[in-house]
């Protein structure tokens, strides 16, 4: 029986950078930031909860989603930081979905309120989007395994690209490891099945890349038993 060709298609590794661009709204209030978000670009929420990653000063967040990053400290109100701090995009089936689940929450915390929260003049709240600017490394990876060696050195930008942004390119919204995987007939499911329990939304880049390497090193070393 003559190869799969599906196989044979190596993974190439890229890297990325998103340039940030303003999309001129602007909230200075509880209010203005729900109404703004129920009509902003989906791209702008998307990066407001994915982009910051390739940020620098990201390592250690407080929050993981700029909303809730300026509802703390801007709005100085916890209550709605930490709700939508809770919110995982992932979770959601669409950026639409997501879009409904922020306007929820902030119209809860609306309707609890005695007084809608403001930001100072100069703490506003900036609505941004981004463009993705893809780099080839002439990387190439024929056989799985090869992969153990490469994801440590792998930037931070291949990491985003490759699991984060991978997940709204890729036909069944997964990162470009699985999609690629799933080209040897079945033989990597259990792989698979491992890093689809990471939720990347939680992690820092760094971190993520630490935990797909130990899952890809665990993997074959057990397979060479």
């Not at 109404?35 to 989906?42: E, G, L, Q, S």
């Not at 879009?99 to 703490?123: F, G």
């Not at 890349?209 to 060479?224: A, D, G, P, V």
Request: proline content about 5%.
């Amino acid at each position: 029986m003559p190869n799969n060709p599906v196989e044979k298609k190596p993974f190439v590794v890229k890297d990325c950078a998103l340039i940030a661009i303003a999309t001129g709204e602007k909230a200075q209030n509880l209010r203005e930031l729900r109404d703004r978000i129920k009509t902003i670009d989906p791209g702008s929420i998307y990066y407001h909860f994915w982009g910051g990653r390739l940020r620098p000063g990201f390592d250690d967040p407080e929050y993981n989603n700029d909303f809730a990053s300026w509802g703390r400290h801007a709005l100085h109100d916890g209550k709605i930081a930490e709700r939508l701090g809770a919110i995982d995009p992932r979770e959601f089936a669409s950026i639409e979905d997501l879009r409904l689940e922020i306007i929820e929450v902030i119209e809860q915390r609306l309707d609890e309120s005695e007084m809608v929260p403001w930001s100072k003049a100069d703490e506003q709240f900036n609505f941004m989007t981004s463009h993705i600017v893809v780099f080839t490394t002439k990387k190439l990876m024929f056989d799985p395994e090869e992969l153990s060696a490469a994801i440590p050195n792998m930037s931070v930008g291949s990491v985003f690209y490759h699991f984060i942004d991978a997940m709204r390119r890729t036909p069944d919204n997964v990162d470009d490891f699985r999609e690629w995987l799933s080209g040897f007939n079945g033989k990597y499911s259990e792989l698979c099945d491992q890093i689809a329990k990471l939720d990347p939304y939680f992690l820092t880049l760094s971190q993520l890349r630490e935990q797909l390497s130990q899952i890809f090193k665990s993997y074959f070393n057990r397979s060479k038993k």
